[in-house]
């Protein structure tokens, strides 16, 4: 069932704007799993859509930058990035950020901060 709160997010997909069968490529099919990836890479609601994903048991397709075998091995929730908010794959909550670039910008920016508070 869709609540409000689904509808929300669900307007936000940038695979709207792409043909939905890239999202389904066929087995050995990297090409178009990568290009789907690089979609979801951009796109505003990628934590919602995983988590989504998860909760759902959705089997088929990439949701949220990750393919139907990945997410079979997740066996937890994701929680999102302290710097850009997309979903962080761990679940040690002591890793606050996605990547080693989220986490170098977030230091850039909090030493910027200081610089400029002093
Ligand atoms: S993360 Fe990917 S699959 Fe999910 S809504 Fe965004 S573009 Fe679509
Ligand atoms: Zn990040």
């Known amino acids: ?8 997010w669900q307007d936000l ?8 069968e ?3 490529p066929d087995q050995g099919d ?3 799993a990568a290009a789907a990836k690089g979609v979801c890479a951009a796109c505003p609601v990628r934590f919602e859509c995983l988590t989504d994903a998860l909760v759902q048991r959705e089997r088929y397709g990439i949701r949220g930058g990750v393919s139907e075998r990945k997410r ?6 994701p929680h999102r990035c302290g710097h850009c908010s997309s979903p962080v794959l ?6 606050v950020y996605c ?3 989220c986490r170098s910008s977030a230091e850039k920016s909090r030493r910027a901060l200081k610089r400029t508070a002093a």
């Open 99 to 101: 990547s080693a670039i």
């Open 22 to 24: 890239l999202f389904f």
């Open 72 to 77: 079979r091995e997740i066996k937890y929730l």
């Open 1 to 8: 069932m869709n609540t409000d709160l689904d509808q929300v």
């Open 13 to 20: 997909a940038l695979c709207q704007e792409v043909d939905p």
């Open 30 to 32: 990297h090409a178009s």
């Open 90 to 95: 761990d679940p040690d909550p002591r890793r």
